[in-house]
């Protein structure tokens, strides 16, 4: 088991040029590492729609690798999107999904359906990406990462990652959504599409 | 006598269209009224047409596209279209991305071809423009062969608003050599 830093920060090291998507916990992690990092876009508030964000991207950049940082139960509300990566064939397309077993990690701790043994790569497998992969260490996914992203694509990848405690309760009973949560993922993308000089409208 | 071909856009307008636009992928789950355009998309080497599983997808992946400088329409059924509405709100609203729509008015009757589809009995059908207005999102009805070129006006409306525009199919799109034989 690994922290979602620990799986952050591993990726983080190694994208290069990378385009990221990230969602839900991914992006909150991402935030605290590499806050406004060029290339990066959260998928917020769209629980779900990370990884065909992100094969977009990949089929409009065959030039570009993109990495999708999904959650287990964002990657739920979408599963058959793995089916349609796995139609498209994005050969620089990665897509890691950061496996916790909860929603809300850190926050409510809510189980994810499936949470008690759900065999994710073996989803994958079955749709036709080219590689699966699972890591449940730091140590093993730091190891394996470089091999990953210079290997087969459409690639995906399932972390074995632990979550905080819950920190909604009695003492901390609601939190409110800023502005910036509904703005922000357009301003990345018009951020991405201006960097990467996509300039017809 | 139901003149299909007097209430249809073809399968080719459309693509010519598409061509002056600049409209180089599509994104679909697709569309029964449709099919045509589908199956002339399959053969044209310059459009590359994309099938998700879920409209929320085939809106995902147009605005990733977009974002990559692709330029992109996006084929739905009515029915998906009201599947699909928290992407749409998400991507097209929310985040302001341009996208074009082009929506099946699936399950309308043929008594109703050639009059308003607010109208219709079906509520599939009659519910489609007000909620596009609900939403703020403009909208052209593809009722006729005169039709196509509202398509290029939806396109620049998506541009210039930067947000979506929608086209409504409100009947089979024509199979080319099947309505020049007939």
Not at chain 2, 18 to 27: E, N
């Amino acid at each position: 088991m690994m922290t979602l830093m620990q799986a952050c920060q591993i990726v983080d090291e190694a994208r290069e040029e990378a385009i990221i998507v990230t969602t839900m916990g991914a992006m909150g992690a991402t935030d605290q590492l590499a806050p406004q990092r060029p290339l990066t876009v959260a998928c917020v508030p769209l629980m779900g729609g990370a990884a065909s964000l992100g094969m977009g991207l990949a089929l409009a950049r065959p030039d570009r690798t993109v990495m999708v940082l999904d959650g287990d139960a964002s990657l739920l509300m979408e599963l058959g999107g793995l089916v349609s990566v796995a139609q498209a064939q994005p050969d620089n397309f990665f897509h890691i999904v950061i496996n916790n077993g909860v929603q809300f990690a850190g926050l409510g701790n809510l189980q994810t359906p499936g949470h008690s043994g759900i065999d994710f790569t073996g989803l994958a497998r079955a749709a036709g990406y080219r590689a699966c992969y699972r890591f449940d260490s730091a140590e093993q996914f730091a190891a394996g990462i470089t091999e990953v992203l210079s290997g087969p694509a459409p690639a995906f990848v399932e972390l074995a990652v632990s979550h905080n405690d819950a920190t909604l309760g009695p003492a901390n009973p609601a939190v409110e959504m800023t502005d910036a949560r509904f703005t922000r993922m357009g301003d990345e993308l018009r951020d991405i599409r201006a960097r990467l000089g996509a300039g017809r409208a | 006598m139901t003149h299909h071909s007097h209430y249809a856009v073809t399968a080719s307008d459309v693509i010519a269209a598409f061509q002056r636009c600049g409209i180089d992928h599509v994104t679909t789950v697709p569309d029964m009224l449709q099919i045509a355009l589908h199956d002339a998309l399959e053969r044209e080497p310059g459009i590359r047409q994309i099938n998700c599983t879920t409209e929320d997808q085939a809106i995902e992946v147009a605005s990733g596209l977009w974002a990559g400088g692709a330029r992109v329409a996006v084929l739905v059924q009515n029915q998906g279209f009201y599947a699909g509405i928290n992407s749409l709100r998400a991507l097209g609203l929310d985040s302001k991305i341009p996208l074009l729509f082009m929506i099946g008015q699936f399950g309308r009757e043929w008594s109703n071809l050639g009059q308003d589809p607010r109208q219709s009995s079906r509520r599939m059908v009659r519910m489609l423009e007000p909620l596009l207005e609900l939403l703020d999102i403009p909208y052209w009805r593809l009722e006729g062969p005169g039709d196509a070129s509202h398509i290029d006006t939806a396109w620049r409306a998506s541009r210039e608003r930067s947000g979506p525009a929608a086209l409504l199919v409100g009947h089979f799109i024509g199979f080319d050599a099947v309505e020049s034989a007939s």
